[in-house]
């Protein structure tokens, strides 16, 4: 890894300290899936953070960010965009919508209809958007970053599998501990922490540092015990719906990114192992009894990460 690339994801991760406070896994996990470019949820109860997080992340760019504030009544064309009637000269002109940016904060995803929801599965898969017969490119890079409150909230709607796929990343914030949610308050007491943080990375950067850590090496071996996490998951008896092989990808691309964070070349094993739950557990589906017998999804990946030999 170079010195510059060093230097700018250690003054990302500062930046993000200074807004988030005693949560430096999830900081890191948030890094980590901008350098692998995935997309990323923040899945937690209403007021942890995680819009917060997100705009303060979008800042550290000088790419171009969108707010889309997801509710009920959102339609599809509000998110793509739609063609606009010019009286003047009788001519259809496309509007681009907010999703044509480089950071799209798409927050409280969940509350949107399921089909305003899947608006995004053609953007964030394939960094495109088809509209009217015609496909336009998104900007590079292109990012999605996502809140969501619990389901069993008022009000929201499940995302749907396919959507859940989409994203490489899942986190939760959870509430901070009582010393930190004490420099909460008095950090906030003149003005917010978001209006102190800087961009330290422009488009170009992103996409720079994402071409060096697709060059990070991956030894075969390693590669195989990614399958057979993948494969663990989809024989385990409490799981119905498995990891697909666009999340063991994902974990690929989450290990190299893990590796270039650390400061590395190379992956080694616990690259992947610290980000198996993060990136494979939102992506399971649970067999009913599984379910109403309080099994967690994440305690399914933990235990296959226990079972599965680590490759020497």
Known sequence: MSDDTAARLSSLRSQLGRVILGKPEAIEHVIVALVAGHHLLMEDVPGVGKTTLAKALARCFSGEFRRVQFTPDLLPADILGSSVYSPRDGTFTFKEGPVFANVVL?????????????????????????SEGVTRALPTPFLVLATQNPVEFHGTYPLPEA???????RIGLGYPAAE??????????????????EAVLSAADVVAVQAEARRVRVDRSLGRYMVALA???????????????RGTLMLFRAAQ?????????????????????????????LETKARY???????????????VPVPA
């Open 180 to 197: 930190h949610e004490a420099d909460v308050l008095f950090s906030q007491a003149e003005r917010h922490p978001l209006e102190s943080v």
């Open 293 to 307: 017998t309080g099994v967690s999804k994440e305690d399914i990946v933990r235990e296959v990460l226990e079972a």
């Open 231 to 245: 494969e663990g998951t989809r024989r385990h008896p409490s799981v119905r719906l498995g990891c697909s092989p």
């Open 257 to 285: 990114a893990r590796a270039l964070f650390e400061g590395r070349a190379f992956a080694v094993p616990e690259d992947v192992k610290v980000q198996g739950v993060p990136v494979l557990a939102h992506r399971l589906g």
């Open 106 to 130: 798409a927050d409280e995803i969940n509350r949107a209809s399921p089909r305003t929801q899947s608006a995004l599965l053609e953007a964030m898969s394939e960094g495109q958007v088809s």
């Open 163 to 169: 959507q859940l796929d989409r994203f490489g990343v």
